[in-house]
């Protein structure tokens, strides 16, 4: 290395001298390799202070590579300054000229500044409103037609009837959705997306608690459904209950309620990812077996769909009656907007929780494919959803009962064009306004951002939901703190999800007590989210690792697939002679106990 011409080069740096030497004469010291690409890095126009640049293996390599082995950004689990999320406003500006004209706000929400831009991307309040007014009409049809109880098997029902080959309106629903597959459906890549929850299965479950669950739950539209329901809320909170009078009793019935149901939705997911043979089984099955056409996870899918139904068509009953739900004010209950909301909290959001732990985003293939599975089974859910792009755009709810666009959270692009006559128009690009990026990524996390901003502000009853999911099992204090980690500070506050705090108060015994809980409490935090951290990262850095935890994760959900499956059973027996309508209680299979059968009426 040529010492003279390469000072020469750069004025900017200086020597810091050990002694009183004069500065001709510099001391001699050791050089690195990246002592060398840091000093030739450096910019001879740039600004720089004599004293901030040293040639100095030590120093260089400590700034160097400080973000990478620092302990503050080992200690960092910061759930707004992501990756992803500058990777997403930068391809949005880059293929628009929005910003030029104006179109572009940056609006500041819990902590996000969500960079909005309408039209292309982004659903305005205006587009979002009418959204609500609309619930699943294929599905509401069909329950007006049928008719059926609470603990009805509506679809055993619709699979007798169309194997039997008979013309009838849950025949003609069951064909819809078992010879009618979108076009866009690749079970290849459903599969990939299955690995992808596989694969990353703790975060993806702390994810889906804590983010998901916690965040998306304290929608206040959403808690009035679960108000009304009784699903996942303390007997106080239920209209028509007395606060005052709850008991210890009372409380561990609501908690031991609520587990059951939390439980309830891991095996909906286990009946999905789980694979339907061992994986030490030499026989040989499909790609996603369980998610194709009368598979477990297929079926269980559209039980959950008739669910939802059940519960929308007895609020709206009870409405009729006088009961007071607000149509106007909440919309219609579980609603396209909410159905779509709930589809990209288990979607988007686990991506982000991911992201949040892990402290890098997933690969780009491996978010599509995750994607691409929540989209097919928000189609099986009843979110109204593209099916085929082929000349004319088709749906999979009638236009007739539903003139709106399709929202298709999870779908490549957000559409805007539909004709006079409520039908969606063709697929022309110079006609069509559509997402120039052509990207699930985008579309999904613009779709869930806009109806962030339009629903998430939180009310007391959001407050005391919160607080009960938190406190189901013990350690409330280190779950909160979990929590808060996943949302954010400015949502956890204003949700009051308690914070850990030090408040030393002078050598009292007291303040002892709360320094050793602050300090435990903060340890356990880090420690776990750190183990977390490393077994996520662990299999993004290593094929073979990420195999071997697919198949390891595939066991442990068929064995809990498995223990589910005995106690909900035998939960929903015990259950349905107490509130089935026996008037109506046939041998035909539609009144046969449905797995997902709605346990408790709502009540208003």
Same mark, same amino acid.
């Given at each position: 290395i040529n010492m003279p011409e390469l000072i020469a080069t750069h004025p900017s740096i200086r020597w810091r001298r050990r002694t009183g030497s004069s500065p001709s004469a510099p001391p001699p010291r050791r050089w690195s390799s990246i002592s060398v690409v840091s000093i030739t890095s450096v910019d001879s126009s740039s600004s720089l202070d004599e004293d901030d640049v040293q040639i100095d293996s030590t120093s260089t390599s400590r700034r160097t590579l400080g973000g990478a082995f620092s302990l503050r950004n080992l200690l960092s689990f910061d759930a707004f300054t992501l990756r992803s999320t500058a990777w997403r406003k930068e391809r949005m500006l880059t293929s628009t000229n929005a910003e030029s004209n104006g179109e572009v706000s940056y609006i500041p929400h819990y902590g996000h500044n969500v960079c909005f831009i309408p039209q292309q991307f982004h659903y305005t309040v205006m587009e979002l409103e009418p959204y609500r007014k609309i619930g699943d009409p294929e599905m509401d049809v069909l329950l007006n037609f049928c008719g059926c109880g609470a603990f009805d098997d509506v679809i055993a029902y619709a699979s007798k009837e169309y194997q039997n080959g008979t013309q009838s309106p849950s025949s003609r629903f069951y064909k819809h959705y078992h010879d009618h597959i979108p076009d866009w459906v690749d079970f290849d890549q459903?599969? @990939?997306?299955?690995d992808v929850f596989l694969a990353y299965l703790p975060v993806a479950g702390c994810a889906l608690f804590y983010r998901s669950l916690v965040g998306g739950f304290s929608i206040p539209q959403i808690v009035q459904v679960l108000i009304a329901t009784r699903y996942l809320v303390p007997s106080h909170l239920a209209k028509g209950s007395d606060s005052s009078l709850r008991s210890e009793a009372s409380t561990n019935r609501d908690r031991k309620r609520s587990e059951e149901r939390l439980i309830d939705t891991g095996g909906f997911l286990a009946c999905c990812f789980a694979p339907l043979v061992s994986i030490d089984s030499e026989e040989k099955v499909p790609t996603a077996a369980s998610l194709r056409p009368g598979g477990k996870g297929w079926e269980a899918a559209l039980r959950v769909r008739?669910?939802?139904?059940?519960? @929308? @068509?007895?609020?709206?009953?009870s409405k009729k009656a006088g009961s007071g739900w607000d149509v106007e004010r909440d919309g219609i209950p579980i609603n396209q907007e909410d159905l779509a909301a709930t589809l990209l909290a288990f979607s988007v959001n686990v991506l982000l929780g991911i992201e949040t732990v892990a402290g890098r985003p997933l690969p780009e293939? !491996?978010? @599509?494919?995750?994607?691409?599975?929540w989209r097919y089974l928000g189609w099986l859910l009843g979110v109204d959803t593209v099916e085929t792009e082929d000349g004319q755009f088709k749906s999979s709810n009638a236009r007739t009962h539903n003139p709106l666009i399709p929202i298709d959270p999870c779908g490549p692009r957000k559409l805007s064009k539909v004709d006079d006559q409520g039908r969606l128009g063709s697929l022309d690009v110079e006609t069509t306004e559509i997402d120039p990026a052509n990207d699930s990524i985008i579309h999904s996390y613009a779709t869930l951002e806009s109806m962030i901003l339009h629903l998430l502000h939180p009310e007391e009853s959001s407050r005391e939901l919160v607080r009960h999911l938190l406190s189901l099992k013990s350690?409330?204090?280190?779950?909160? !703190?979990?929590?808060?980690?996943?949302?954010?500070?400015?949502?956890?506050d204003d949700l009051g999800i308690s914070k850990s705090s030090m408040n030393w108060r002078g050598w009292r015994k007291e303040a002892f007590y709360n320094f050793v809980s602050h300090v435990g409490v903060k340890f356990f935090l880090y420690l776990f989210l750190l183990f977390l951290r490393w077994y996520t990262k662990m299999p993004m850095s290593s094929p073979w690792i990420r195999s071997r935890a697919i198949v390891w994760h595939a066991k442990l959900e068929g064995k809990f697939l498995r223990v589910w499956e005995k106690m909900h059973s035998k939960r929903m027996l015990n259950a349905a002679p107490a509130t089935q309508n026996t008037a109506t209680a046939k041998s035909s299979s539609k009144n046969s106990c449905c797995p997902f059968a709605m346990v408790m009426a709502p009540s208003l």
């Open positions: 459903i599969q @990939r997306g299955i008739v669910l939802h139904a059940k519960v @929308r @068509r007895a609020l709206l009953q293939s !491996e978010q @599509r494919d995750y994607l691409a599975l350690f409330v204090m280190f779950r909160s !703190e979990v929590c808060r980690k996943f949302l954010g500070d400015p949502l956890s």
